[in-house]
């Protein structure tokens, strides 16, 4: 038997969703390349694109925007557990991936339809929620008049933002809303092909993702921009790193031999808002302390293609829009959260159950022995 440790390179479906092409270095979002369309979508038009297979007409999106709004408040039992959860300060993912199964009691949850609804509109209420709780501060009531994203940095700060934060969020969230196969949206699959409920298929998809070889580590690719402070320090900085046999966080990824392309799309992203903000400073040190890095890993690691990859700017663009470094990991998942429900639709409508075998490698013919016999 033809045995692929961790699946690598199985092909276990096909999908319309997205194609990832890690030696050509491009992403495709429902056909559209990940650059085209993450920069100029609400994250409502990629939902809803993911989810129908098209970009959504004004009536169409107009419904769409009203249906997630009106869904964004919270059962109070959700709230409860929050509060439980704040109280032993439990990790953000932590909260997330408790709550996101209290979302079963929502009026009208258990249809799959209202479900995909319940879960994207709450996400984000989750995570702005549980922060503030964090924080000492009371939940805000979520406002039906602002979109998805801006809804977000609403419940979170209490605050209306200025359209160019709700932009680069904006972006960062579409950018991240599919990525192939991956742990976690494979995972969603697997649940919701026993012909479980959708929430359930969610609840397991942010199991998967909290876990640190999935869920990645933007925070400590800040950190080392931060650490390195100037310029000049980077090259000794991280060669010091580097001969230490420390990762340079931010660089290299399993799929990508080349440059990741969401690392682009975040770049630009991070470059408008940074100049907007008229604070360049620290967006002009990230790109030298990343072309350092480059230079270095091309040096010390020759043979291995190890280049950007979506970390190191989602560190910097979501610190630009001053965002902390423990909701990153939950932030991607307000964007997922679209992509593993359009990855379960489609499951849905193929039927079938996933079942892959396993090869045996144990012993056999082994025989019982009474207890008092075994030594």
């Given at each position: 038997?033809?045995?692929?440790?961790?699946?690598?390179?199985?092909?276990?479906?096909?999908?319309?969703?997205?194609?990832?092409?890690?030696?050509?270095?491009?992403?495709?979002?429902?056909?559209?390349?990940?650059?085209?369309?993450?920069?100029?979508?609400?994250?409502?038009?990629?939902?809803?694109?993911?989810?129908?297979?098209?970009?959504?007409?004004?009536?169409?999106?107009?419904?769409?925007?009203?249906?997630?709004?009106?869904?964004?408040?919270?059962?109070?039992?959700?709230?409860?557990?929050?509060?439980?959860?704040?109280q032993r300060r439990v990790p953000v993912m932590d909260a997330l991936r408790m709550a996101s199964g209290t979302?079963?009691?929502?009026?009208?949850?258990?249809?799959?339809?209202?479900?995909?609804?319940?879960?994207?509109?709450?996400?984000?209420?989750?995570?702005?929620?549980?922060?503030?709780m964090l924080e000492g501060k009371e939940p805000l009531a979520p406002r039906e008049d602002l979109g998805h994203?801006?809804?977000?940095?609403?419940?979170?700060t209490g605050e209306e933002p200025a359209a160019e934060r709700v932009r680069g969020l904006e972006t960062y969230?579409?950018?991240?809303?599919?990525?192939?196969?991956?742990?976690?949206?494979?995972?969603?699959?697997?649940?919701?092909?026993?012909?479980?409920?959708?929430?359930?298929?969610?609840?397991?998809?942010?199991?998967?993702?909290?876990?640190?070889?999935?869920?990645?580590?933007?925070?400590?690719?800040?950190?080392?921009?931060?650490?390195?402070?100037?310029?000049?320090?980077?090259?000794?900085?991280?060669?010091?790193?580097?001969?230490?046999?420390?990762?340079?966080?931010?660089?290299?990824?399993?799929?990508?031999?080349?440059?990741?392309?969401?690392?682009?799309?975040?770049?630009?992203?991070?470059?408008?808002?940074?100049?907007?903000?008229?604070?360049?400073?620290?967006?002009?040190?990230?790109?030298?302390?990343?072309?350092?890095?480059?230079?270095?890993?091309?040096?010390?690691?020759?043979?291995?293609?190890?280049?950007?990859?979506?970390?190191?700017?989602?560190?910097?663009?979501?610190?630009?829009?001053?965002?902390?470094?423990?909701?990153?990991?939950?932030?991607?998942?307000?964007?997922?959260?679209?992509?593993?429900?359009?990855?379960?639709?489609?499951?849905?409508?193929?039927?079938?159950?996933?079942?892959?075998?396993?090869?045996?490698?144990?012993?056999?013919?082994?025989?019982?022995?009474?207890?008092?016999?075994?030594?």
């Amino acid at each position: 038997m033809d045995t692929k440790q961790g699946l690598e390179g199985v092909v276990a479906a096909t999908t319309r969703l997205s194609s990832v092409d890690g030696e050509a270095g491009v992403l495709l979002i429902a056909g559209f390349p990940v650059e085209d369309l993450a920069p100029l979508a609400t994250f409502e038009e990629t939902t809803w694109l993911l989810w129908n297979g098209a970009l959504p007409g004004a009536a169409d999106l107009a419904a769409f925007r009203s249906r997630l709004a009106a869904r964004r408040a919270l059962p109070a039992a959700t709230l409860d557990l929050l509060r439980a959860a704040a109280q032993r300060r439990v990790p953000v993912m932590d909260a997330l991936r408790m709550a996101s199964g209290t979302l079963s009691l929502t009026d009208s949850a258990g249809d799959t339809g209202q479900d995909a609804v319940i879960l994207v509109a709450a996400f984000p209420a989750i995570v702005a929620a549980y922060w503030r709780m964090l924080e000492g501060k009371e939940p805000l009531a979520p406002r039906e008049d602002l979109g998805h994203t801006a809804s977000f940095l609403y419940l979170l700060t209490g605050e209306e933002p200025a359209a160019e934060r709700v932009r680069g969020l904006e972006t960062y969230l579409n950018t991240v809303i599919d990525h192939g196969f991956n742990a976690s949206t494979f995972t969603a699959r697997v649940i919701i092909s026993t012909r479980s409920d959708l929430v359930s298929a969610v609840t397991g998809a942010v199991g998967a993702l909290k876990g640190p070889l999935h869920g990645g580590a933007p925070g400590p690719a800040l950190d080392m921009v931060f650490e390195i402070g100037t310029a000049d320090r980077a090259e000794p900085v991280l060669r010091e790193k580097l001969a230490r046999g420390e990762r340079l966080m931010g660089f290299g990824h399993r799929i990508y031999r080349v440059r990741d392309p969401r690392a682009d799309v975040l770049a630009e992203a991070a470059a408008r808002f940074y100049k907007n903000a008229g604070d360049s400073a620290l967006y002009d040190l990230a790109r030298s302390v990343e072309a350092t890095a480059l230079r270095l890993l091309r040096e010390h690691k020759p043979d291995r293609p190890l280049d950007t990859n979506v970390e190191f700017y989602t560190a910097l663009l979501l610190h630009g829009l001053g965002l902390p470094t423990d909701l990153f990991t939950p932030l991607f998942a307000v964007g997922r959260v679209s992509g593993w429900i359009a990855h379960c639709l489609e499951q849905l409508a193929n039927g079938r159950l996933i079942r892959p075998q396993s090869e045996y490698v144990g012993e056999r013919d082994r025989r019982w022995v009474p207890v008092e016999e075994r030594r």
